[in-house]
């Protein structure tokens, strides 16, 4: 079945630094691919959509220049939180779809912590 | 505007009990329906999900859920809980465009007692 690889699981760094968090479709071309943050005890909410060599499509309130999101290839996206501060702690899931498939695939999240 | 609702925000059920979570959607399309579990600290695991035909659906774990269109509900339910299912249970609903997120709801968290 489709799956999705999201790296690194978890990560602490310090505030003021960058993060890049990657997500991969292993067996399936993602042409299409979601970003979601989730707050502790909270339900996730989507950040954007980014499709393969365009540029992300951002929900309102997320700050375009801060969450850098990248889909330069049919198996690769990447979100890199600028300038990282302690509020932007949180769970970051990815999620992959390939063109009319109706199936969604999960990455397993990653945990950021900004200390 | 597409949202979910769950309106139960924590249920509690004692272990062999029947269990229903409920789910109402608003969407401007027709629906693709989604049900998945969390555990804490953990991803997202796929319960089950309904796009079109037979509108009550069979997923893992022995739960099923059933699509009404005239209710705009998608409730979830299991004949008989494990203490093992205790976690946090999202209703999600997308559609067949390909561009298309999947909305969640809120969530529901599911205590099981002994």
């Known amino acids: 079945g489709a799956v999705v690889s999201q790296h690194p699981s978890w990560v602490i760094c310090k505030s003021g630094t960058s993060v890049k968090i990657e997500c991969r479709s292993l067996?399936?071309?993602?042409?299409?691919m979601f970003w979601y943050r989730q707050f502790p005890k909270q339900s996730l909410m989507l950040m954007a959509t980014?499709?393969?060599?365009?540029?992300?499509?951002?929900e309102q309130g997320v700050e375009k220049d801060k969450f850098l999101i990248n889909h330069a290839s049919l198996t690769l996206s990447t979100l890199t939180v600028t300038s990282a501060h302690p509020e932007d702690s949180s769970f970051y899931i990815c999620?992959?779809?390939?063109?009319?498939?109706?199936?969604?695939?999960f990455g397993s999240g990653t945990r950021l912590t900004v200390v | 505007a597409q949202s979910v609702t769950q309106p139960d925000i924590h249920i509690t059920v004692s272990e062999g009990a029947s269990l229903e979570l409920r789910c109402n959607y608003s969407?401007?399309?027709?629906?693709?329906l989604f049900w998945y579990v969390q555990s804490p600290g953990q991803g997202l695991q796929l319960l089950l999900k309904?796009?079109?035909?037979?509108?009550l659906v069979q997923g893992i774990k022995g739960f099923e859920a059933e699509f009404k269109r005239s209710q705009s509900s998608f409730n979830l339910r299991k004949p008989s809980v494990h203490w093992s299912d205790a976690a946090e249970y999202f209703c999600?609903?997308?559609?067949?465009?390909?561009?298309?997120?999947?909305?969640f709801g809120k969530g529901t968290t599911l205590s099981v007692s002994s």
């Open positions: 980014s499709n393969e060599g365009s540029k992300a499509t951002y």
């Open positions: 969407y401007g399309a027709t629906p693709y």
């Open positions: 067996d399936f071309q993602a042409t299409t």
């Open positions: 999600a609903v997308g559609a067949g465009q390909a561009g298309t997120a999947l909305i």
């Open positions: 309904y796009f079109s035909g037979d509108t």
């Open positions: 999620s992959a779809r390939a063109g009319t498939e109706y199936g969604y695939t």
